[in-house]
């Protein structure tokens, strides 16, 4: 099964039949410690409105929750500082 993908990650499509360049002497990373990881990029089908509505929904209540958080942190310091 497809998980939906963040919308910070950026999907780039991969032929199978190119062959990806390799790494060259002059191209090393900096760090000795540094990994490359090649990832292969999956195709996610759109969604359907009833997912846009529900990711919608739940994207809303996400930011509801981070308010509230908000507003408890500044609460809580408030009554912190008075004391």
Do not use: I, Y
């Amino acid at each position: 099964m497809n998980q939906p993908t963040s919308k910070r990650k950026r999907l780039t499509p991969t032929t199978p039949d190119k062959p990806k360049p390799a790494l060259k002497p002059a191209q090393e990373p900096e760090n000795p410690n540094a990994v490359t990881v090649d990832v292969e990029a999956v195709k996610v089908p759109e969604m359907t409105e009833e997912e846009q509505s529900d990711r919608l929904n739940l994207e809303r209540k996400v930011e509801s929750a981070f308010v509230e958080a908000g507003k408890a942190l500044t609460l809580g310091r408030s009554h912190h500082v008075n004391k």
